[in-house]
């Protein structure tokens, strides 16, 4: 499929420029120096940032299925729950700085109005 081949080649061109891997680095840091300033406001919700570059994930304190749904039907912000209380965070590598911050907005608001089901006891 010559249009399929021509869209990769297109595609390694771009990854392949030391350039792109640079800002890919670059995003990967300023994102992962938010979150780590942002979990220190919800210390009862966040443990620790996980993860390298732009594959970053959240430790919670408890599941994070809950957490996920409510930041995605509250929010409308994507993210998905992994193991170990995970909660995986994976841009695009063509993400820019408006879609941290405005990423960063969602979970910040998604922190402070969630309230976890009570454990039924």
Sequence with gaps: NPLGMAAAEAVLDVVADPGFLEGV???????????EQFIGNYPDLFEEVRGMGLMIGLKLRTEPREFVAHLR??????????????????????????????????LSAAAASYQPAEVAG
Excluded: C, Q, W, Y
Aim: hydrophobic share 40%.
């Design 25 to 35: 680095r670059a995003k990967g840091e300023r994102l992962r120096g938010k979150l």
């Design 73 to 106: 039907e509250m929010h409308h912000a994507l993210t998905v729950s992994g193991s170990d209380n995970i909660v995986r965070i994976v841009p695009p590598l063509v993400i820019d700085d408006s879609h941290i911050d405005e990423f960063m907005e969602k």
